[in-house]
């Protein structure tokens, strides 16, 4: 097959593991950079433009875009999928799961366990929204944030309210959360591939730290997830749309509970920590899923 890797840096460690998995298989993949492909819309034959010449002959499409090029990413590869190319994930999947609100909107609508939220923009009465997830200690997260970074944890009521103030007065959409505290500073990572979930880790914050992220000084074990966590984690990634996801999830003591589900999971993590060639299952299951089709949206979404 010819693959294009949608991928800003061929240096990172998700990018090279895809390389070197596709082409042992004996594929062709190409790194294209989407902020430097320029499109062709018209309506007899759209086309992708790169460093000059025309992006052709492509059967399928890894998408691995980053969150501040969403917007742009995605619309490259709605081109591509509207070329017929096949999408590991589809355009409109990425975009559903980037938006944390209506991410979480739809896996309630799935009876999907989550953490009691409030979504705000500028509300009038602080207290009676603090009070609707269930009262201080909340966690409170700017809608765009990643890798940890805007995520705070009120304690106090008090302390709630001045930083959902402070988040007001930035204009900024904010997420208001029931504090999970039995999850103890941990969150687990189901990699999700098709309707399987082909590896697990646990990530731990680092001491006096709540959140998990590895960017945040978190470390990362082995965990065994229980059957219910399993099924739940497939049932999000499909909920979204997703073909390969990541699907991260709290130990709560009203079950598990999921946090966010990730479009572009890295694979540096979950491979140290599982030992598991994940890159090389997510070519098979592009062999295999692509077969005769292209796209169930054709880019309409
Ligand atoms: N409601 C909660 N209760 C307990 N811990 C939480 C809660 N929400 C988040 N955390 C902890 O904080 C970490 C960061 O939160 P979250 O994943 O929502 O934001 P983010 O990591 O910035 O977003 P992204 O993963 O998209 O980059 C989580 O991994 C988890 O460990
Ligand atoms: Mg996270
Ligand atoms: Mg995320």
Do not use: W
């Not at 509970?257 to 599982?274: F, H, Q, R």
Request: charged share 25%.
């Amino acid at each position: 097959m010819k693959i294009a890797l949608l991928s800003r840096n061929s240096k990172l460690y998700s990018t090279r593991r895809l390389i070197e998995a596709a082409e042992a298989r004996d594929h062709q993949i190409e790194v294209i950079d989407v902020l430097r492909c320029y499109m062709e819309i018209t309506s007899t034959k759209p086309g992708i433009h790169y460093k000059g010449t025309v992006l052709e002959g492509f059967d399928a499409v890894i998408p691995r875009i980053g969150a501040s090029v969403t917007f742009y990413g995605t619309a490259v590869l709605r081109q591509f999928e509207m070329m017929g190319t096949y999408p590991l994930n589809e355009s409109v999947a990425i975009s559903r799961s980037r938006d944390k609100l209506r991410s979480l909107q739809l896996l309630s609508r799935k009876g999907i366990g989550l953490p009691v939220t409030g979504f705000a923009h500028k509300p009038d009465d602080i207290e009676d929204l603090i009070k609707m997830v269930g009262g201080a200690p909340v966690v409170i997260k700017l809608l765009e944030g990643t890798q940890g970074i805007g995520v705070v944890l009120a304690e106090t009521k008090k302390a709630a309210e001045s930083v959902i103030e402070a988040f007001m007065g930035l204009k900024a959409d904010i997420l208001v959360q029931e504090f999970i505290k039995e999850a103890a500073g941990a969150d687990i990572r189901c990699f999700v591939i098709g309707d399987k979930v082909v590896a697990t880790m646990k990530r731990q914050g680092g001491e006096g730290e709540f959140r998990s992220n590895l960017h945040r000084g978190g470390t990362s074990s082995l965990v065994r997830i229980t059957p219910e966590e399993r099924s739940i984690a497939v049932r999000a990634a499909k909920t979204m749309g997703l073909n390969v996801a990541g699907v991260d999830m709290l130990r709560s003591n009203h079950g598990p509970v999921v946090m966010e589900v990730n479009s572009s999971p890295g694979l540096e993590g979950i491979e140290t920590a599982t030992g598991k060639d994940i890159a090389g299952m997510i070519i098979s299951f592009i062999e295999k899923d692509s077969l005769g089709k292209s796209t169930r949206t054709k880019g309409k979404g």
